[in-house]
């Protein structure tokens, strides 16, 4: 590659960064999770860890930022920084990275993290690798392997950036595991000031959140999914029922999703929420491969379907043949039974 193009050259980047997403001044979970992974990573490169975090009287996070795992945190704080805007955080993480140089940055692929990291990615002219699986470094070149699913799911691509540094990751929330907070461990801040010349040309007015109820899958411990067997929005109304006595939550397979009876945010799989459920109740779903990489490692997988031959049999620990619209209803009478 020519040379002039490099963001920051190879020989110069050490370190591995995470970008510490916060809303409403709190560092969202999966800023968590990516030093949990991003920690193995350094310890494997034998270089520190770091987060980034910018913000508006965001300070306070700093101390759960090195209970995760980071050894130093680059702190800008400024009120254009308060809310994330595209123009703001990606002129300062290009700042960061052209300064200090890392040679590996992970971003959660939330929808912020999917806005910054490819603009953030152009700006340093280098490559991502969106949606990734598994993170490991290869022991002989000290490349960072980037695995994520391939053709829909079909295989699993590793792939590599060994021209340019950083080497750029996202990674969807629930998909690494964050280590037990360690409030005893404390680390640098390295404070950078905001370049207030940074052309902006977006004004937050307000933040409206999504009405009804918000979901939590990814922290869920109890779910129970609907897929197109379910017939109909009306199936849901069963599964909420079902999920209020079992004290989880609802999800859905894309089928569901794209048939309208159900919002994208309860979608499980390849292009929807990884989950990692103690129970994991699949009603009406066939166990396509892109469902199955958002719930295949939960704890314990109960399937309800009508055909015995249905894929998600081969992976439940449980099988229930038949309609769900009989076995529901009695699940649920059983379950108010042993809780009364
Ligand atoms: P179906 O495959 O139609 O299965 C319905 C099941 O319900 C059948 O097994 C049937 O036996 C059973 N059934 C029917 N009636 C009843 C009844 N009364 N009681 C009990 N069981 C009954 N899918 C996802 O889920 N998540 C994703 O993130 C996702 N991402 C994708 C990304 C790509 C690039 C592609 C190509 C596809 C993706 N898909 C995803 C779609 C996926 O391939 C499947 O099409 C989808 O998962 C099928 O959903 P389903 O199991 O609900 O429906």
Known sequence: MDNEKVGVSIQDA??????????????????????GEGSKLAKDLGVELSAVLMGDNVDGNIKDLFAYG????????NAELKDYRTEPYTEMMNQLIKEYKPQIVLIGATNIGRDLAPRVAGRVRTGLTAD??????????????QTRPAFGGNLMATIICPESRPQMATVRSGVMKK?????????????????????VRTVVKEIVKEAGRAVNLEEAKIIISGGRGLGGPEGFEILEKAAEVLGGVVAASRAAVDSGWISAKHQVGQTGKTVHAKIYIACGISGAIQHLAGMQNSELVIAINKNPAAPIMQIADYGIVGDYKNILPLLIEEIKYVNS
Not at 26 to 35: G, H, R, T, Y
Not at 179 to 199: C, F, L, M, Q, W
């Open 14 to 35: 050490k370190g591995v960064w995470v970008f510490a997403e916060q809303r409403e001044g709190k560092v969202m979970n999966i800023a968590f999770e990516l030093l």
């Open 179 to 199: 280590k037990e907070p360690d409030y005893n461990r404390t680390g640098e801040v390295i404070t950078a000031s905001y370049d207030k010349s940074t052309k």
């Open 70 to 77: 980071a050894d130093k945190v680059y702190f800008v704080e």
């Open 132 to 145: 990734c699986t598994q993170l490991t470094i290869d022991p002989e070149t000290t490349n960072l392997l």
